[in-house]
């Protein structure tokens, strides 16, 4: 499998990445050798293989959906890049 | 004082020998001397360390010390630790102070150890050779113009340089195995589900699992009895009984059944390797073992099935990194798309963005199921291979690594010649397996890690035949010169 410098540039929207353009040809060279070595899967025949999520096939537990922790919105937003009034500040989305 | 194991020195505080103070301050002063020459550590916490090992010297004073009570160690920079940074190795967090304790931390903190920083990592764990850290790379003790391995690298290279007695890290797809044998450590990687996983900063959720990295067998046992357990607060962490690892190390090797499976000993490995294997194996044969070859004949499908799981995985878990609500966000973005994509741009390396590209690339419309589910189907047939294989012998065994420690900048050229290092650690995340490296030989004066994978939950086993032997043998006594 090879991809070409449109094919890194509409992943790496789809990834929201702001590649470079004097990179994109390194990462097509990259990207391209990586899809070469999975595509060894693609000769064994796996048509009645289910697929595996969890080692012990455990599934999701549930619990009820109560409150157990306090609000801490003040001490979580220490670390945000932008804050005013309790709010994540983020540029103008809407004229 | 600065050889010594955890167990040693939890002898040393027990009889009064020497304090928690005296020792962390020994192993600061240690680091500071010497993380110039291997960059092991990202964050050094002196006061913090020093306070912990106070408390730990009064709570002994007071008689309610445990089995861990005033130790030092350090915790890989994958696990968050309140009021500490926490960056993963990555710019995208460097100036990310974690509101809150990842599990496993709030564990040692509560058994009174001493944390003494945060150490180097690949960033986001994504490396096997610690290049890829935002930090510069780790320095392997033994060789310092090669790497220590990677991701859990500076864990390894702290351990090997007696900068501390041991450390946490995680294991993706050998993170804690693989640089425990290029650094002559032992490193263990539990079960799937037996280490919470909350607090540890996502990578690849189904295959990520924390564990104990030290210069024993014994080390591991009792720091793992501070780390397994359940915790609500990890969806996929399983509820089951947590034995004391320590009781079980003196345990008999007699009769113990080693599978060596051919897929393991190619030519394709140095050949100095495959003969410190073979020694060690023969050591276990003196204590009673016996051996028989065996097959895992899906062995060559492990790459290309984790260069699909591992990065659509962390395509998804990676996203929140977002410029948002904390983390890197760039300068002056002009629009929300624009700061989306110039934050992750710019806050991320090289190999992060090429595994997010590669798993978003999987997970795109149309591709999903001749990658991810043929991923997941080839997943199954890797774990069936190791299920068939433990339903014949207790331990298989065989080289972590294919080659020793390999010099900086040797494999950064090409990621997939990286990738094939980790050719025989990372089935065992696939399969969800417990897997340990211990030391066992030297390869051109550097460390060779000897691999034994057991059964589900089998960390009981696996310990006690690596404490066997390093009661046979003297690699792990040993000690880079300085």
């Given at each position: 499998?090879?991809?070409?410098?449109?094919?890194?540039?509409?992943?790496?929207?789809?990834?929201?990445?702001?590649?470079?353009?004097?990179?994109?040809?390194?990462?097509?060279?990259?990207?391209?050798?990586?899809?070469?070595?999975?595509?060894?899967?693609?000769?064994?025949?796996?048509?009645?293989?289910?697929?595996?999520?969890?080692?012990?096939?455990?599934?999701?537990?549930?619990?009820?959906?109560?409150?157990?922790?306090?609000?801490?919105?003040?001490?979580?937003?220490?670390?945000?890049?932008?804050?005013?009034?309790?709010?994540?500040?983020?540029?103008?989305?809407?004229? | 004082?600065?050889?010594?194991?955890?167990?040693?020195?939890?002898?040393?505080?027990?009889?009064?020998?020497?304090?928690s103070v005296?020792l962390t301050?020994?192993y600061?002063?240690?680091?500071?001397?010497?993380?110039?020459?291997?960059?092991?550590?990202?964050?050094?916490t002196?006061?913090q360390a020093l306070a912990q090992a106070s408390a730990a010297?009064?709570?002994?004073?007071?008689?309610?010390?445990?089995?861990f009570t005033g130790l030092p160690i350090a915790?890989?920079?994958?696990?968050?630790?309140?009021?500490?940074?926490?960056?993963?190795?990555?710019?995208?967090?460097?100036?990310?102070?974690?509101?809150?304790?990842?599990?496993?931390?709030?564990?040692f903190n509560?058994?009174g150890a001493v944390s003494l920083?945060?150490?180097?990592?690949?960033?986001?764990?994504?490396?096997?050779?610690?290049?890829?850290?935002?930090?510069?790379?780790?320095?392997?003790?033994?060789?310092?113009?090669?790497?220590?391995?990677?991701?859990?690298?500076?864990?390894?290279?702290?351990?090997?340089?007696?900068?501390?007695?041991?450390?946490?890290?995680?294991?993706?797809?050998?993170?804690?195995?693989?640089?425990?044998?290029?650094?002559?450590?032992?490193?263990?990687?539990?079960?799937?589900?037996?280490?919470?996983?909350?607090?540890?900063?996502?990578?690849?959720?189904?295959?990520?699992?924390?564990?104990?990295?030290?210069?024993?067998?014994?080390?591991?046992?009792?720091?793992?009895?501070?780390?397994?357990?359940?915790?609500?607060?990890?969806?996929?962490?399983?509820?089951?009984?947590?034995?004391?690892?320590?009781?079980?190390?003196?345990?008999?090797?007699?009769?113990?059944?080693?599978?060596?499976?051919?897929?393991?000993?190619?030519?394709?490995?140095?050949?100095?390797?495959?003969?410190?294997?073979?020694?060690?194996?023969?050591?276990?044969?003196?204590?009673?073992?016996?051996?028989?070859?065996?097959?895992?004949?899906?062995?060559?499908?492990?790459?290309?099935?984790?260069?699909?799981?591992?990065?659509?995985?962390?395509?998804?878990?990676?996203?929140?990194?977002?410029?948002?609500?904390?983390?890197?966000?760039?300068?002056?973005?002009?629009?929300?798309?624009?700061?989306?994509?110039?934050?992750?741009?710019?806050?991320?390396?090289?190999?992060?963005?090429?595994?997010?590209?590669?798993?978003?690339?999987?997970?795109?419309?149309?591709?999903?199921?001749?990658?991810?589910?043929?991923?997941?189907?080839?997943?199954?047939?890797?774990?069936?291979?190791?299920?068939?294989?433990?339903?014949?012998?207790?331990?298989?065994?065989?080289?972590?690594?294919?080659?020793?420690?390999?010099?900086?900048?040797?494999?950064?050229?090409?990621?997939?010649?990286?990738?094939?290092?980790?050719?025989?650690?990372?089935?065992?995340?696939?399969?969800?397996?417990?897997?340990?490296?211990?030391?066992?030989?030297?390869?051109?004066?550097?460390?060779?890690?000897?691999?034994?994978?057991?059964?589900?939950?089998?960390?009981?086993?696996?310990?006690?035949?690596?404490?066997?032997?390093?009661?046979?043998?003297?690699?792990?006594?040993?000690?880079?010169?300085?």
């Amino acid at each position: 499998m090879s991809l070409d410098r449109t094919d890194v540039e509409k992943i790496a929207h789809l990834a929201r990445l702001n590649i470079a353009e004097q990179d994109i040809q390194e990462y097509a060279d990259n990207l391209s050798s990586i899809l070469d070595l999975v595509d060894q899967m693609q000769a064994v025949d796996t048509q009645d293989i289910t697929p595996m999520a969890h080692p012990m096939d455990a599934i999701q537990r549930l619990r009820l959906d109560e409150v157990t922790e306090a609000d801490q919105r003040d001490r979580l937003q220490t670390v945000a890049p932008s804050v005013e009034a309790g709010l994540f500040q983020v540029p103008k989305v809407i004229e | 004082m600065l050889d010594k194991t955890l167990a040693e020195l939890a002898q040393g505080l027990a009889t009064g020998e020497f304090s928690s103070v005296e020792l962390t301050q020994n192993y600061l002063d240690r680091i500071n001397a010497e993380d110039g020459k291997l960059n092991s550590f990202i964050t050094v916490t002196p006061e913090q360390a020093l306070a912990q090992a106070s408390a730990a010297d009064q709570r002994r004073a007071a008689g309610n010390a445990d089995a861990f009570t005033g130790l030092p160690i350090a915790h890989k920079d994958i696990f968050c630790t309140q009021g500490v940074r926490t960056s993963c190795g990555s710019k995208m967090l460097d100036n990310f102070v974690s509101p809150y304790n990842a599990t496993i931390v709030e564990h040692f903190n509560q058994a009174g150890a001493v944390s003494l920083g945060k150490t180097n990592m690949d960033e986001f764990a994504m490396g096997s050779s610690n290049e890829s850290s935002f930090y510069g790379p780790a320095r392997n003790p033994w060789n310092t113009d090669c790497v220590p391995g990677g991701s859990s690298g500076g864990s390894a290279a702290s351990i090997a340089g007696g900068l501390t007695p041991a450390a946490t890290g995680s294991d993706t797809g050998g993170s804690i195995r693989q640089p425990a044998a290029l650094c002559g450590i032992t490193g263990l990687k539990p079960t799937y589900g037996r280490v919470s996983r909350y607090g540890m900063i996502a990578y690849a959720s189904s295959l990520d699992q924390a564990g104990p990295m030290t210069r024993t067998a014994e080390d591991s046992a009792m720091m793992l009895n501070v780390m397994a357990g359940f915790d609500p607060k990890d969806s996929t962490s399983l509820d089951r009984p947590v034995p004391d690892y320590t009781l079980t190390l003196n345990d008999s090797l007699k009769g113990l059944k080693i599978g060596l499976p051919k897929e393991f000993f190619s030519d394709d490995i140095d050949p100095q390797i495959t003969i410190q294997v073979q020694n060690a194996i023969r050591e276990f044969e003196a204590l009673g073992a016996t051996v028989k070859q065996i097959s895992l004949p899906n062995t060559h499908l492990a790459i290309p099935a984790y260069y699909i799981i591992a990065p659509a995985e962390a395509s998804s878990n990676l996203s929140r990194f977002d410029g948002v609500r904390y983390g890197y966000r760039c300068e002056d973005p002009t629009d929300l798309e624009d700061m989306y994509k110039r934050s992750r741009g710019e806050g991320f390396g090289e190999e992060v963005k090429r595994r997010i590209m590669v798993g978003t690339y999987a997970l795109s419309e149309g591709f999903y199921d001749a990658y991810y589910k043929k991923a997941l189907q080839i997943r199954r047939l890797i774990q069936q291979d190791y299920v068939t294989a433990l339903s014949e012998v207790d331990i298989i065994m065989g080289p972590t690594t294919p080659h020793p420690a390999f010099k900086l900048g040797e494999k950064t050229a090409d990621p997939v010649t990286m990738y094939m290092e980790d050719i025989f650690t990372l089935s065992l995340n696939l399969a969800g397996m417990p897997g340990i490296s211990v030391p066992c030989g030297f390869a051109n004066g550097l460390p060779v890690g000897l691999q034994m994978i057991g059964n589900y939950f089998a960390e009981e086993r696996l310990l006690n035949a690596a404490h066997q032997f390093q009661q046979a043998t003297d690699w792990h006594t040993q000690t880079p010169g300085q």
